[in-house]
């Protein structure tokens, strides 16, 4: 997709970007991980272009010294997973499992049905 945003850091800049669409008779909306989706994709360019500059290296949100990816990701683990050769999705499922178990626990009180 590509977009110009009308505000903030890239005013009036051609942006591009990846669009999940999530929608029609088929979307089961339990069963949809977009974060494993874009893992995934990751994955797959490492593994098509091992050379390619995935990880971007410059300040991202007052945050200094770190990767954008690992700001953005809550840490360093979905990298370290992209450039694993070795690592599967079975490890991804690890990897994300702890977090996603206390995500439940933290919003079940709030759920309405």
Known sequence: IWFEPTFHKHVKTL????QIH?????????AFRPWRV????????????????LWRDFPYEYAF????IDVINGGPGLRLWT???????ADLNVL????????EQIRQPYLRY
């Open 15 to 18: 942006c591009n970007g990846v």
């Open 22 to 30: 999530a929608e029609g008779p088929s979307y089961d909306h339990a």
């Open 38 to 53: 874009q893992a995934l994709a990751f994955k797959a360019i490492r593994a098509l272009y091992p050379d390619y500059d």
């Open 65 to 68: 010294g770190k990767l954008p």
């Open 83 to 89: 450039d694993d050769a070795t690592a599967t999705p």
């Open 96 to 103: 994300a499992a702890a977090d996603e178990e206390a995500w």
